[in-house]
């Protein structure tokens, strides 16, 4: 043997040896394994080498070398006309991968002919199997991600048949073996430190080029023979085709598919006054499945729409009568109530011999597996202790995402369907005389509703508004934010593809990957509290005297408050569906703190208006905003100030509130405060033009909100820490079960009768308040309504008293705490008390701020 060839087959057993160590570990299968050695050795040495080289698995592993063999075996027991017929079908293979890969060239949807060379290819390998009848519903896998974990449905699929098997490795005979990365679970809850370069998982230079095709995952033949039982894939909110974790596992069953949509809008809907289809929802719902169904249809496939016959399970059961299907495949939903319809499915179907698997993909997080082993229940509620929760207890690996197939297998016979229309998704009112009036019009116009346009617009972010995020991601009158929350709630772009993108931007901003944090705590609380959407979390909130002024509601709705920034956020509310975060702040806390509405009305009217209306991040946010969440905000949105920092100049304003558009910016977010001659010339009529302002006496009403808040943790002082002021919140069910022990050794739940009592974050204003609850808002040192910036920029003075405040506070707090741990350890040990302290802290004298405090015996000013 020449010197050269003698080194390759060296080389070829260090790598035939580094593989086996990977099928030993369990990241690749044994025919993956025997398609390598037959790449690496060439087909004689694999003949002559191979059972010497798994000869020690014999005693290491006897199974293991068992299926080797019988691959081997196999493989080498066929005709020479077999193998003649096999090189030139795997040579065609071989061409057409090439030509994909190829690099800056753009995929191709598949031509007849290369259909036709796919079929002839699996009925040559179908031949290998003398036993066995040729299957030819098989898929091609052409770069199948290398992750730590398998998913169920593909260990239970890898080996179902021969030709489906054989068609595997012919595929990575072909060397499109894809190389990425796993993405652990450290990276799944956006850690916000870098990933150290040689763990970075790699990542397409192009994402566009990604997303179009270059390198398809999965590609399915598009006729399979009518014998093959078919699977029902059954989308929801899954309406895409990259990164859809049900999509691929219906090709990996190896038989023809049948996409369905069924609508229930009692199911849909949810229990009670959940509303969570509103009226905007609906309409991109529908717009959603149209443009889902027409990429359905570029790949050799249809979207069959039905109306739920009573219910959706009993649909399924038609369906599956009809069309003779053994499996059913679809997403997860983690809302209570669909959960709880979905495990109902599930079972049903399997009582009546159909698998049906939900796979997971809706969050980055199943909220289901999230546990506070570990790490305990002290600030639950907040986006910092769910993700130090998920880091203690990591799941899966959140893996690569999943391209697109090119097609789909397609059964014989399809199951009869209505058109889309017929599901009401997007019916109009009409007045009287019958015309019909068309409040989406502006929607239309505001979005592009396909999976094309999410990642458009994410391409646009990441190539632009993500420099300014995390500094300004508050402005409203600059394009600094994503606007893909909708793309999300409608899974049009899968939570793992965006974070994928997210950390291989050229511009990692951790605020945003922060984002899909808050979206799986969202989750998180309403899997724990199923009546998030109605019920306040804190007991005695659920006692204040709200204002049932129907006119301020409706004034609200319609952006008719006379506050400019409150009505410009409201109407852009009602025109495009949607607002960013920053303004959903203010108009909340102007409806909440000022106008004394119920912060039901505020999410009942969000959850009809908004595109992205998601019921866990709404009942989350208003339960927050309405001071009864888990973590309610420590701030107030002033709806005059706050312009300061989201529309300095008043943009904003001008686009939504055309009305003032001639006003100077430095009055325009305060008409009333415009001299007469300057809204003359300005063409400004206040009651006429623009409304006059609903309330005028914000700091009275907002010392009537905080007073009305002291009075009932006072008349509830069951549900108050005597000791630190917090409130308490009755542990849910399935925390308790899960920290009940835990929680009795640090101390950490108070028992109240029959219920555990969990403290939970509490506003420093609203501790303060309990001291005097008829004192005035302005009186309070920890008064929560935000200064705002000034002209873009913090004013420093503000800013400095802001800071000095929040820290002395802390530092006040934690001194307190630790003395209190002392003198319990003392009390207990039996050891004396400590020393009293030689001096007490005082006032400061000559500090402009009277609530600032300083060691005793020392004296500063404040310069």
């Known amino acids: 043997m020449p010197p050269s060839a003698a080194s390759g087959a060296e080389d070829g057993k260090v790598l035939v040896r580094k593989m086996l160590r990977e099928v030993l570990v369990g990241r690749e299968d044994p025919e993956g394994f025997f398609v390598m050695c037959v790449s690496a050795l060439g087909h004689q040495e694999t003949r002559s080498q191979f059972l010497s080289l798994i000869q020690p698995l014999s005693t290491a592993n006897s199974s293991l070398h068992s299926i080797l063999t019988s691959i081997y075996t196999e493989y080498f027991n066929k005709t020479e006309d077999d193998e003649l017929e096999l090189a030139l079908a795997l040579s065609l293979l071989e061409t057409k991968d090439h030509q994909l890969s190829t690099p800056g060239q753009e995929s191709r949807s598949q031509q007849p002919g290369d259909r036709l060379n796919q ?82 998982p790699k990542r397409s230079k192009n994402r566009r080029q990604r997303r179009k095709g270059a390198g398809q995952q999965v590609v399915g033949l598009p006729h399979s023979p009518s014998a093959t039982p ?29 996409p369905v949509f069924i609508w229930s809008a009692e199911e849909e809907e949810g229990p009670g006054i959940t509303v969570a289809m509103g009226g905007a929802c609906k309409y991109w719902l529908h717009q959603a499945l149209s443009c889902f169904s027409s990429s359905l249809e570029h790949i050799g496939s249809h979207l069959v729409f039905l109306n739920a016959n009573g219910s959706s399970l009993r649909t399924l059961r038609e369906l599956v009568k009809e069309t003779g299907a053994r499996t059913v495949l679809a997403n997860s939903l983690y809302e209570p109530w669909l959960k709880e319809r979905d495990d109902a499915v ?46 203690e207890n990591p799941g899966s690996g959140l893996g690569a995402p999943l391209d697109p197939p090119a097609s789909l297998p397609t059964p014989a016979h399809w199951p009869q369907g209505v058109s889309l229309d017929t599901l009401g998704l997007a019916r109009m009112p009409r007045r009287k005389d019958g015309t019909v009036i068309d409040w989406a019009a502006n929607i239309r116009k505001s979005w592009d509703f396909s999976e094309e346009g999410a990642c458009a617009r994410l391409e646009a972010f990441l190539n632009d508004g993500v420099y300014r995020y995390e500094k300004e991601s508050g402005r409203a009158d600059a394009p600094n934010t994503s606007s893909l929350s909708p793309y999300l709630h409608f899974g049009q772009l899968s939570p793992r593809w965006l974070l994928w993108d997210a950390k291989g931007a050229r511009c990692r901003s951790p605020k945003f990957q922060r984002k899909l944090a808050w979206r799986d705590l969202a989750y998180w609380q309403l899997t724990l509290f199923p009546d998030l959407p109605w019920e306040s979390l804190r007991p005695p909130y659920k006692a204040l005297r709200w204002s049932n002024d129907r006119g301020h509601l409706k004034a609200w709705q319609k952006g008719q408050t006379g506050y400019p920034l409150v009505d410009a956020a409201m109407r852009q509310l009602w025109l495009t569906g949607w607002m960013n975060n920053y303004m959903r702040h203010v108009v909340a806390s102007f409806l909440i703190a000022y106008l004394y509405l119920p912060w039901q009305e505020g999410y009942r009217w969000f959850q009809d208006t908004l595109v992205d209306a998601d019921v866990a991040i709404d009942a989350m946010m208003w339960q927050n905003g309405g001071m009864c969440g888990l973590d309610h905000w420590n701030f107030v949105m002033h709806p005059v100030d706050a312009a300061m920092t989201c529309d300095p100049y008043g943009s904003y304003v001008r686009k939504w509130c055309p009305e003032l558009a001639a006003l100077p910016d430095e009055l325009i977010h305060k008409p009333w405060k415009c001299p007469a001659s300057m809204l003359r010339r300005a063409g400004v009529v206040l009651g006429q033009t623009y409304p006059e302002r609903i309330v005028t006496d914000l700091e009275e009403r907002r010392s009537h909100s905080l007073q009305d808040v002291a009075r009932a943790r006072v008349e509830f002082g069951q549900y108050v820490d005597k000791r630190t002021g917090s409130d308490l919140v009755p542990l849910p069910p399935r925390l308790l079960s899960e920290t009940l022990g835990l929680s009795h050794r640090d101390g950490g739940v108070v028992r109240e009768r029959k219920q555990f009592l969990l403290p939970v974050i509490t506003r420093m204003e609203f501790k303060h308040q309990l001291e005097d609850p008829d004192a005035d808002a302005a009186s309070n040192p920890y008064n929560a309504v935000l200064k705002g910036y000034v002209s873009r920029k913090r004013d420093e003075t503000i800013a400095f008293l802001n800071e000095r405040d929040f820290t002395a506070s802390v530092m006040n707090e934690g001194v307190q705490r630790k003395e209190r741990l002392e003198s319990d350890y003392r009390r207990m040990e039996g050891l004396p008390r400590p020393p009293a302290p030689r001096g007490r802290a005082r006032r400061t004298p000559t500090a402009k701020d009277r609530f600032s405090i300083i060691p005793g015996g020392a004296v500063a000013s404040l310069r």
């Open 119 to 200: 079929t002839q290819l699996t009925g040559v390998l179908g031949r290998r199997e003398n036993t066995k009848p040729p299957q030819t519903g098989a898929w091609v896998k052409t770069s199948t991600p290398q992750t730590t974990q398998e998913t169920d449905l593909q260990k239970s699929t890898r080996v179902e048949t021969t030709g489906t098997n054989q068609t595997v490795c012919v595929s990575r005979l072909s060397g499109s073996l894809s190389k990425h990365d796993t993405v652990e679970e450290g990276d799944q809850m956006m850690d916000d430190g870098d990933m150290d370069p040689p763990e970075r």
């Open 346 to 391: 599930v079972s049903a179907l399997h009582k009546d011999g159909v698998e049906c698997r939900m796979l997971h993909s809706y969050c980055l997080r199943d909220p289901y597996s999230v546990s506070t082993e570990g790490v305990g229940l002290r600030g639950i509620g907040s986006v910092s202790h769910f993700m130090t929760c998920c880091k």
């Open 230 to 258: 078919p699977v029902l894939l059954w989308f929801r909110r899954d309406l895409r085709l990259g990164d859809n974790p049900a999509l691929i596992g219906s090709l990996e069953v190896g038989a023809p598919v049948i």
